[in-house]
C-alpha cells in the first residue's frame, strides 16, 4: 500500500512497473543495464481515487495520460533502478495530493474609478494630440 493521505491508499497492485534503457551519456552502463523506470497507473479504472480526484488530475496530467486514461510516469534522473523506481512513485503521490487540492474559483475584481478617471485622461490626452496634428497638416496644404 502506498498511503497519500489520510483517505486515499493506492494498493500496489494497481501500479505497473516497467524497467527500460535509460537515455543519454552513461558508457556501457546505458547500453546494458536497464535503470530508467515507466511507472503507469489506470486513473479512469482506479478503485482507490474518488471520481472528483480523478478528473482533476487527468486535467493536471493532460501529456501524461494516454486516451484509455492511463498515466504514464517516466523517471531516468538516477543511475540506479531503485531510485528512479522512488522517484516515480514520489512524482505519483505529489501529483494526487496537487490533485486533491480544490483550487479556489477566482472572482474577477472592478476596475477602481481612478484607473477609469485615468484612462480616461490618457484617451482624451492622446485624441487632443491627433487633432492638433490634422490641423498642422492641412495648414500645409493650403
Do not use: W
Not at 94 to 116: F, G, M, N, Y
Amino acid at each position: 500500500m502506498i498511503y497519500i493521505s489520510q483517505n486515499i491508499q493506492i494498493d500496489e497492485n494497481e501500479l505497473v512497473l516497467d524497467f527500460v534503457r535509460s537515455s543519454g551519456p552513461g558508457g556501457q552502463n546505458v547500453n546494458k543495464v536497464s535503470t530508467a523506470v515507466q511507472l503507469r497507473f489506470d486513473v479512469a479504472n482506479s478503485k482507490s481515487l474518488p471520481e472528483h480526484v480523478k478528473t482533476r488530475i487527468i486535467e493536471l496530467a493532460k501529456n501524461k495520460i494516454t486516451e484509455a486514461g492511463v498515466l504514464i510516469i517516466e523517471a531516468k534522473k538516477f543511475r540506479s533502478q531503485l531510485k528512479n523506481r522512488q522517484d516515480a512513485v514520489a512524482r505519483l503521490t505529489s501529483l494526487i495530493l496537487k490533485a486533491v487540492e480544490v483550487p479556489k474559483k477566482r472572482l474577477p475584481s472592478k476596475v477602481s474609478a481612478a484607473q477609469k478617471r485615468q484612462r480616461l485622461e490618457n484617451k482624451k490626452r492622446r485624441s487632443e494630440t491627433k487633432k492638433m496634428r490634422q490641423n498642422n497638416q492641412l495648414d500645409m496644404f493650403k
